[in-house]
């Protein structure tokens, strides 16, 4: 299929509002795919190709674009093998040839082609919704029901597959697509109440456990290999010799399991987040020991958990891993869940998560059988610009400015993000010193005073509220907000919305 086509059903799709519409469109277009197409097709719709990020930057695509040419000529197959050639340059010397590459790809495309290319390269994608959209197109042009296609989109946690699957195999080979040991899935997340015992009137009877304040991860063993990977899939298994270590060493063969893993002072206290990412984001296993604490187990040795109530997941992570486990309790008391509550907060954690004891695995779900209780309210929002400081951080970049996702383009585009505050509050030495480096390379314009970046990086900010504004878009600002810290593990698709935002304004 030529790639024109392609980018202009993705046009299509992002300037309809009617879910129905794009749906439709894109269904159409999946039908027209030959079956190599398929995967590589999906991953460039959703923003995800299969190569992952080849690390083209802005500025590589914006001296590769020239005179687009007049007819389009270049196959969606001709992009995927571009993509293959550019992860597979690396190293002193590939600059050129990386250059090369994308010179004559984005020479041979079209005005429109060149849109797409660059934001496909650029992971500018509006995905979020998108995700979901395409797998009910996948279904409906596959003729497979939705809950099947989604489950093993969960379960492969690779949606270009599973589309190949459902448009060339057969009904049986979809649904059986399971969990395998050593290939990472969508991990299940957590909805929010503002007390644990608020939250524990939705769950009934539930284990109320630590939400410990690290990073998340699902380690897979097959014997004696053992794997790490991040929230978003990444493969973290270098970085992490320790939690290899503790798994490897339990009484069982294969097994998959969840957790979060974070580093503890010298009196086994919890170190503060920030440390804890430094050391994941490093190229390899640093200073910093990282422990792994486990709260779910979705398989042991051949056999699937997911299906059962977590109470029979968490009896076999006890069997298992007891001394790794996260602490908490099971109990259908509110005073109880308050205790733990308290307890988690004096030891330093986050607050708590409260989940259904009866409830499944829900793999890449916000559902409500896990509920999350944070007594702070910290929102996650993506940088959008920032301001050069005075005084004495003069020279530094300082104040940020601040955007929710706007999800249905209620302000504009939809997936775009409208402006809601600045802060310059919260920041260290240190996270002026990386905004000041960092921000140049992915800056799009600049003024003065200020310089304006991709939408990609999201901050959590603490606030006490928000309040009616007229000077931002949205209509609302936020109050005394500050900066907790940067989550180099979430898109700034999974940012918070404006409406969420907006929510608080009842409050
Ligand atoms: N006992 C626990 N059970 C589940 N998740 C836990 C637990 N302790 C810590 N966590 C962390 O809390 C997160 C649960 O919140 P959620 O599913 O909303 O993820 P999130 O979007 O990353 O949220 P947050 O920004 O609050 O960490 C998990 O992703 C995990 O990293």
């Avoid at 991860?217 to 992490?240: K, M, P, S, Y």
């Avoid at 800056?443 to 970046?453: G, I, K, M, P």
């Avoid at 979430?490 to 907006?502: F, G, H, Y």
């Amino acid at each position: 299929m030529l790639l024109d086509e392609l980018a202009l059903t993705a046009d299509t799709v992002a300037s309809t509002r009617s879910r129905l519409a794009k749906v439709g469109a894109l269904a159409e277009l999946l039908r027209r795919l030959e079956p190599d197409e398929i995967a590589p097709a999906v991953g460039f719709l959703v923003g995800k190709p299969r190569q992952g990020r080849v690390g083209v930057g802005w500025r590589g695509v914006a001296a590769a674009t020239g005179e687009p040419a007049a007819e389009p000529s270049l196959t969606v197959g001709d992009l995927d093998a571009v993509l293959d050639r550019l992860a597979a340059a690396s190293g002193a010397g590939s600059s050129g040839e990386r250059a090369r590459e994308l010179a004559e790809l984005i020479g041979g495309a079209t005005d429109r082609e060149q849109g797409f290319i660059g934001r496909v390269l650029l992971g500018e994608v509006r995905t979020g919704a998108l995700e979901g959209v395409v797998t009910d197109a996948i279904a409906r042009a596959a003729d497979r029901p939705v809950g099947v296609v989604r489950r093993a989109a969960m379960l492969s946690g690779d949606l270009g597959e599973t589309a190949r699957l459902a448009l060339t195999g057969t009904e049986a080979e979809l649904a059986a697509v399971g969990l395998v040991v050593g290939r990472p899935v969508l991990p299940m997340l957590a909805a929010t109440a503002s007390s644990a015992a608020a939250a524990l009137e939705t769950t009934g009877e539930a284990s109320v456990e630590y939400k410990l304040d690290g990073a998340r991860i699902q380690v897979h063993r097959a014997g004696d290999e053992v794997r790490v990977f991040t929230r978003n899939l990444a493969d973290v298994t270098r970085r992490l010799p320790e939690v290899v270590d503790v798994v490897r060493r339990l009484p069982v063969h294969d097994v998959i399991l969840d957790g979060e893993t974070l580093s503890l002072d010298e009196d086994g206290a919890p170190r503060p987040f920030q440390d804890t990412m430094s050391s994941f984001g490093a190229e390899s296993a640093s200073e910093t020991v990282l422990h792994p604490w486990f709260f779910d187990v979705l398989h042991v040795d051949g056999r699937d958990l997911l299906d059962e109530p977590l109470s029979i997941r968490l009896a076999e992570l006890e069997r298992i891993a007891s001394a790794h486990r996260i602490p908490g309790e099971v109990t259908a008391d509110p005073e109880v869940a308050e205790q733990v509550s308290r307890d988690a907060l004096a030891a330093g954690q986050e607050g708590v998560v409260v989940k259904a004891i009866g409830s499944p695995y829900a793999a890449g779900r916000r559902g409500s059988s896990w509920i999350k209780v944070k007594p702070v309210f910290t929102y996650d929002l993506v940088v959008l610009a920032c301001e050069w400081g005075s005084g004495r951080r003069t020279g530094w970049l300082s104040n940020l400015h601040l955007g929710a996702l706007d999800p249905v383009g209620e302000f504009g585009e939809p997936g775009g993000f409208v402006m809601v505050g600045k802060t310059f509050k919260g920041l260290t030495d240190e996270l002026l010193r990386w905004q000041t480096e960092r921000f140049p390379q992915i800056e799009t314009r600049r003024t003065e005073h200020t310089v304006w970046v991709e939408p990609s990086i999201v901050v959590e900010i603490a606030i006490d509220g928000v309040q009616r504004s007229s000077r931002y878009p949205g209509g609302i600002a936020l109050r005394f907000a500050r900066v907790k810290r940067y989550r180099d593990d979430k898109t700034a698709a999974e940012a918070d919305t404006i409406q969420t935002l907006r929510g608080l304004l009842r409050g």
